[in-house]
């Protein structure tokens, strides 16, 4: 499969835990994006890079969210002391021209 | 920042009529629209897209419409099919500055009886 791909897909974790996503995008894409969709609603978008650098930040970002994409490939997701709020889809997106080209997502489930 | 609106929420067809949703945006710098759909489970596909210099673009059984000036766009699908149930999502984007980021309406669930 040379689409967009994300690990894990499903997590489930406990109030208060840390928790990190890794997406990869499409190999030639050197633009990155990650989304977050909950029930009912589409993806909003959460935060930018071209190759490593972050570009933009979506203030849905607060600060227990951390991404990177250290050497401009596969980026990161981290969420620090997870709250029930931060229970939705992620989701992973690469572009090259207009279109971006999403990723299957990693279902976060905060108990 | 923009917001896109999209109507209905939930559409049911026969097999074999047509489907209309309809999105309006708020941003007058947007200027490319992009159609995502989103099966069950699975990840948002592009399924058409438009920008801001053509006014209608058509593929197949799918096609889509802007109104610069009204400030709305509509996805038209024609001689629907089950396989064509699903959520579907528009979308607004600035192209040519910034991080051409997407911002999604809330989706329409397509249902398409047999």
């Known amino acids: 499969d040379t689409g967009v791909s994300q690990d894990p897909r499903h997590k489930i974790t406990k109030r208060g835990q840390n928790v990190t996503f890794r997406c990869d995008p499409i190999s030639e894409h050197n633009r990155l994006y990650w989304y977050r969709q909950t029930l009912g609603q589409g993806p909003e978008f959460l935060t930018y890079f071209q190759n490593e650098a972050q570009l933009e930040k979506s203030r849905l970002l607060s600060d227990r969210f951390s991404a990177e994409r250290p050497k401009g490939s596969f980026s990161t997701l981290e969420i620090q002391r997870t709250e029930q709020g931060d229970s939705a889809m992620y989701l992973c997106?690469?572009?090259?021209?207009?279109?971006?080209?999403f990723g299957p997502g990693t279902r976060l489930l905060v108990l | 920042g923009e917001n896109v609106e999209q109507h209905p929420s939930t559409l049911s067809v026969q097999e074999g009529d047509s489907a209309v949703i309809k999105c309006t945006y708020s941003?007058?710098?947007?200027?490319?629209f992009p159609w995502y759909k989103q099966e069950l489970g699975k990840r948002p596909q592009l399924i058409i897209d438009?920008?801001?210099?053509?006014g209608e673009k058509k593929d197949q059984r799918i096609a889509v419409t802007l109104n610069k000036t009204a400030k709305h766009f509509s996805l038209h699908i024609t001689e629907t099919q089950p396989e064509d149930s699903a959520v579907y999502f528009c979308a607004a984007s600035i192209q040519g500055a910034g991080s051409y980021q997407l911002t999604f309406g809330k989706g329409t669930k397509l249902s398409v009886i047999p």
């Open positions: 997106a690469s572009r090259w021209g207009e279109t971006q080209y």
């Open positions: 941003d007058s710098a947007s200027n490319y």
């Open positions: 438009i920008r801001s210099n053509v």
